[in-house]
């Protein structure tokens, strides 16, 4: 019912930055929020920034506020993620997610959400 697709990964040095990009089509009608999440090897999926349906409610994991912004154009159904001052513990799949509508939990929980794009991949040297 709803697509995303990522992309804007690579190969950046640490304090260097990134933008990454996730287009959305569908029925998006009953979409509440859209969020990125990573996954390193051997971890959990974890949120790191989370946007409403008119941008105007943003959410942040504290370990990448002030250095992450997430924003949207709605125009061209996208979403994007502004990464400054990485950290090499920023190595990770990168995935975009949708969810159905408001809920009880919380924006930054993987299992809020019902649709999930293929992931692009961000690898920090230092």
């Known amino acids: 019912q709803v697509q995303l697709v990522e992309s804007g990964g690579g190969s950046v040095q640490a304090g260097g930055s990134l933008r990454l990009s996730c287009v959305v089509s569908?029925?998006?009608?009953?979409?509440?929020?859209i969020t990125w999440f990573r996954q390193a090897p051997g971890s959990e999926r974890e949120g790191v920034a989370a946007?409403?349906?008119?941008?105007?409610?943003?959410y942040y994991a504290d370990s990448v506020n002030g250095r992450f912004t997430i924003s949207r154009d709605i125009a061209k159904n996208s979403v994007y993620l502004q990464m400054n001052s990485l950290k090499p513990d920023a190595t990770a799949m990168y995935y975009c997610?949708?969810?159905?509508?408001?809920?009880?939990?919380?924006?930054?929980?993987?299992?809020?959400?019902?649709?999930w794009g293929q992931g692009t991949q961000v690898t920090v040297s230092s």
């Open positions: 569908g029925n998006t009608v009953s979409n509440n929020y």
């Open positions: 997610a949708a969810d159905r509508g408001p809920s009880l939990v919380s924006v930054l929980f993987p299992r809020r959400y019902t649709y």
């Open positions: 946007i409403s349906t008119s941008g105007r409610m943003q």
